[in-house]
């Protein structure tokens, strides 16, 4: 009978608080790509990643129990309030003993950013103090303290409400760097319509792991759980699931931006940039060469799917994610070395047999502009019909054209130039924001990125065929 007491008093006693996260109060941030409101529903890789975590625990709360403050305000309430679990936050010695953790997620580079225009080189932080630089900072965030210990003066900090607000400090030029998570940055930049080549990231402060931050006094028990689930999805492969899906990026033989070599590799200059740029992101992407028409419509109707080199034009603009530039394309016209042909403008061609590749944007440029095109099923085509006489002009791009003469043993007269255009990666809206953002800076750091100077590449009726 006392038996029996003894387990009925039990079962009345409260379940003990590592039972379930449910006692958690969560709270988060605006801090793209990982976590941040879209339309007031909360989006990002880690809320993906928690409610994952909830359903490992079976802890019935959702994306809509997650409390979303600015980052000083939920900073200090994980440091306060027994109970709170602040994330995504970036683990460091000086924050080692305020909190419990559990993670790591991810891996965050904090950088500063500088206007393109305003010149800045900075090789480590006492030039940044003996320049007198202002800096954007938020209270609290690792930038900030990483400034502070480092013993850059007060006076050169300028506080900034949130992410938006520095941002828009450096755009209109009331500082002169902004300190920030460098993925985070440019995915703001790209989400409020601001150009990326705009500005660029100067100096790394900053490269740690980030965590879910529990207060200190959280029950250990309901830490290690925490961390249990987490792990679970590691081993189990989730979290690659999350971070990265398999994305594909097409391309053409368009040498000597990519092509197919003899021993059947694709390669080619925006070949090898993205390649290091995927192993400078921590990235992968399968690489596959396809006849340009079919490359470009799998990117523009396919998910996680890229294609490159291609022109960025008015009406693909809405259409694709662009990541880049790689490479500045210069159109020209070429005939033959030995040709008596001479021509100074696009109104010079048009009693003339131009050569063009099928379905290519210089071509296209040229006809739009009152030429007559002769089109050939390759561009390497036009090397051979040049020197038959069946074509008198050819208009490619420059390097492209150089190549394929060395290639063929020829030489070719340049007559002119005519058109700069820059060439990028394509992506289909689907390839994971957090992806897109890694990726773009990597190619920051790799190939500082030049102003923009496209010139009359507005939309037209085929701007889908063009490369």
């Not at 750091?445 to 507005?458: K, M, T, Y």
């Amino acid at each position: 009978m006392r038996k029996w007491l003894l387990f009925a008093v039990c079962l009345l006693l409260p379940v003990p608080a590592s039972a379930s996260l449910d006692g958690l109060t969560f709270i988060t941030e605006e801090y793209p790509p990982y976590n941040y409101k879209r339309e007031e529903r909360l989006e990002g890789i880690s809320i993906e990643i928690l409610e994952r975590i909830f359903e490992e625990t079976e802890t019935p709360l959702t994306r809509e129990d997650v409390l979303f403050y600015p980052w000083a305000r939920g900073y200090d309430t994980a440091l306060a309030e027994p109970g709170t679990v602040l994330f995504f936050t970036t683990r460091t010695e000086q924050r080692e003993a305020l909190f419990q953790w559990v993670g790591p997620i991810a891996t965050d580079r904090v950088v500063l950013i500088a206007r393109r225009d305003s010149g800045i080189q900075l090789d480590s932080l006492d030039d940044l103090v003996n320049g007198g630089y202002r800096v954007a900072v938020i209270r609290g965030d690792i930038g900030a303290q990483r400034l502070e210990e480092a013993g850059v003066p007060a006076d050169q900090l300028r506080l900034a409400m949130s992410n938006l607000s520095a941002l828009m400090m450096l755009d209109r030029g009331r500082v002169d760097l902004w300190a920030y998570g460098e993925d985070v940055a440019f995915w703001l930049m790209q989400e409020h319509d601001l150009p990326i080549t705009d500005f660029m990231s100067v100096l790394t402060i900053s490269e740690s792991d980030l965590y879910y931050a529990l207060h200190r006094d959280t029950d250990p028990d309901l830490v290690a759980r925490m961390q249990a689930a987490l792990d679970a999805l590691r081993q189990r492969g989730e979290l690659g699931d999350i971070f990265s899906t398999e994305v594909i990026f097409n391309t053409e033989e368009y040498p000597p931006y990519n092509y197919l070599t003899d021993d059947g590799d694709i390669d080619g200059e925006s070949t090898q940039l993205l390649r290091a740029t995927l192993e400078e992101a921590g990235l992968s992407a399968r690489f596959r060469l396809l006849p340009w028409a079919r490359a470009y419509t799998e990117a523009q109707l396919k998910d996680n799917h890229c294609v490159y080199s291609t022109t960025r034009t008015s009406d693909r603009e809405p259409h694709f994610t662009w990541i880049g530039p790689l490479a500045t394309n210069e159109w020209a016209a070429f005939t033959q070395a030995d040709s008596g042909i001479e021509a100074s403008s696009l109104e010079d061609l048009q009693e003339l047999r131009v050569g063009s590749f099928r379905e290519d944007a210089v071509g296209q440029f040229v006809a739009s502009q009152g030429a007559s095109i002769v089109l050939a099923t390759s561009e390497r085509e036009n090397i051979n019909r040049l020197q038959s006489g069946l074509i008198d002009v050819w208009v490619t791009g420059e390097q492209a054209a150089d190549y394929l003469a060395a290639e063929a043993e020829i030489d070719l007269k340049r007559l002119f130039g005519f058109q700069q255009a820059q060439l990028y990666l394509a992506c289909h809206p689907s390839v994971p924001e957090a992806y897109v953002a890694r990726l773009q800076a990597a190619i920051d750091r790799l190939r500082p990125p030049e102003p923009p100077e496209v010139v009359g590449l507005e939309s037209s009726d085929d701007a889908d065929a063009e490369r």
